[in-house]
Nanobody, 127 residues
């Protein structure tokens, strides 16, 4: 499974960005749970959002609830992260990740549950 994240960039405080994560590989299918994580300079990688393979169950980190929305389009093998009301503290490299199967009602927030990772896309929010 290969993951390609895109859509990052420079935006002002209060602005919006939409990240995309395109999945490929002969084994990838809609049975994969997907997650978004981020890593700011000097900090550990942290959970942002996750969506179960059923596309219904979703988890968010408290820091992004009400501002970020995760979704998936299985016909395009793509997962999205819509980020609104961005803050300087959202500045980080954002990574998408995939796990085969996973919980259908509580998609995982743990990095260790995701064996497949994309290369990351930089999001910078200026104050």
């Amino acid at each position: 499974v290969q993951l390609q994240a895109s859509g990052g960039g420079l935006v002002q405080t209060g602005g919006s960005l939409r990240l995309s994560c395109a999945a490929s590989g002969r084994t990838f299918s809609s049975t994969y749970g997907m997650g978004w994580f981020r890593q700011a300079p000097g900090k550990e990688r942290e959970f942002v959002a996750a969506i179960a393979h059923n596309g219904i169950s979703i988890n968010y980190a408290d820091s992004v609830k009400g501002r970020f929305t995760v979704s998936r389009d299985d016909a395009k093998n793509t997962v999205y992260l819509q980020m609104n009301s961005l803050k300087p503290e959202d500045t980080a490299v954002y990574y998408c990740a995939a796990q085969q199967g996973g919980s259908w009602n509580s998609p995982s927030y743990r990095l260790s549950d995701y064996p497949y990772w994309g290369q990351g896309t930089q999001v910078t929010v200026s104050s």
